[in-house]
């Protein structure tokens, strides 16, 4: 059975959604964020040197980072349905959307939270994170014009991974000046998984 080592108000609500839309066995074993400091606990530095979430286990084999776990879950066990065939064009796109996420799309969007949060005044930080925001929505929203989903006109571990970059920005109340990437978050949200994996979410929170 897969375990996932899940962290409260982090990015594995993804791999939840993945592993129900996958219908596989799985448990979740929670952690909780320092309430002061918002970092994860200690003890999940046991399952993994950096000490981060999301991370699971299966098989014998431990693995970390988001883009690693879904490629690893849907060519295990949903390489037919949740991503295109290999050496296609839309496979090709598929792996860049996987990898955007976790990099071009997320760095900006958590320098601009570091930012907010630590409240100084910055020479360069502020507007760049802004600058690179700007950028980052606007190639997300111009790349789902006239499309349903990202990538093959189906729901793909591209999406899953993408949700996560899409929940930010509904949060900062972003979408509204973005029509297809509004128009997306429906369409995510029309999926049944996406919205258990909100219910699962918030069961392990006790924030």
Known sequence: MITLHHLNKSRSKRIIWLLEELNVDYN???YQRDSQTFLAPAELKAIHPLGKSPVIED??????????ITEYLINKYAAD?????PETQ???AYSQ???FAESSAI???????FVDKDGCKTNFMAAYADAEIAKVISYFDASLAGKTYLVAEQLSGADIMMSFIVEILANNNVLNNF?????????????P???TAGDIEAKYDNT
């Open 179 to 191: 029509p297809n990437l509004a128009r997306y978050n429906e369409q995510l949200h029309s999926h």
């Open 59 to 68: 098989d014998g084999l431990v693995i970390a980072e988001s883009g690693a």
């Open 97 to 99: 959307w996987l990898h």
């Open 193 to 195: 998984c996406l919205l």
């Open 90 to 92: 839309e496979y090709i």
């Open 107 to 113: 760095l900006p969007l958590l320098l601009k939270m």
């Open 28 to 30: 979740v074993i929670a």
């Open 81 to 85: 349905s949740l991503a295109p065939k």
